[in-house]
């Protein structure tokens, strides 16, 4: 499970090298498309990680919060809550170029004319479930401590 705050820099750490589809190219030609959907209202919002950095045992993505761009790895998801993610493999034969016209941008894109420099989805290599949770001072519900009575309060039994 990712747990992530609202308004912050997402790092996601999975495992992608065991589910790999495409072993015929190097990790240096593999980017991962990362898609997170609302568990409440369905809403979908796309990114690739705007670092990347693939190893044997786990691959970090990073992900940054501000205007939404999902080439340069720039999301903004609200509202706070359970997000489901699905990674995809995207690999390139030529030089990555993670680009509109040269990265998919959703699970289902292809581009064409086929070039060695636009990447092709292989499919999906990961899911699981993101808690996003609320940074401090933003909640939606927020609680003020009141003092406790300085003079002693009585209850009494039927009234």
């Known amino acids: ?24 190219v190097a990790s240096t030609q593999i980017r991962h498309l990362v898609k997170f959907t609302n568990d409440l209202d369905k809403s979908v919002y ?18 940054s919060y501000g205007t939404p761009n999902i080439y340069t790895g720039v999301i903004k998801l609200f509202p706070a809550g359970y997000y489901k993610y699905e990674i995809y493999e995207v690999s390139w034969i030529g030089t990555v170029t993670v680009s509109s016209g040269n990265a998919p941008a959703t699970e289902n894109d292809v581009l ?3 070039a060695d420099t636009k990447g092709i989805v292989q499919g999906l290599v990961t ?3 993101m808690n ?18 300085t003079e002693t309060n009585y209850i009494y039994y039927g009234q």
């Open 127 to 129: 899911k699981g479930k």
């Open 1 to 24: 499970m990712i747990q992530a705050i609202t308004e912050t820099n997402i790092k996601i750490y999975v495992q992608t090298e065991d589910n790999r589809i495409n072993t015929a």
């Open 112 to 114: 064409s004319p086929a």
């Open 46 to 63: 796309y990114a690739y990680g705007n670092t990347e950095l693939i190893l044997n045992r786990y691959t970090n993505i990073n992900i």
């Open 132 to 149: 996003l949770s609320e940074k401090d001072g933003t909640q939606q519900v927020q609680y003020v401590q009141r003092e406790a009575p």
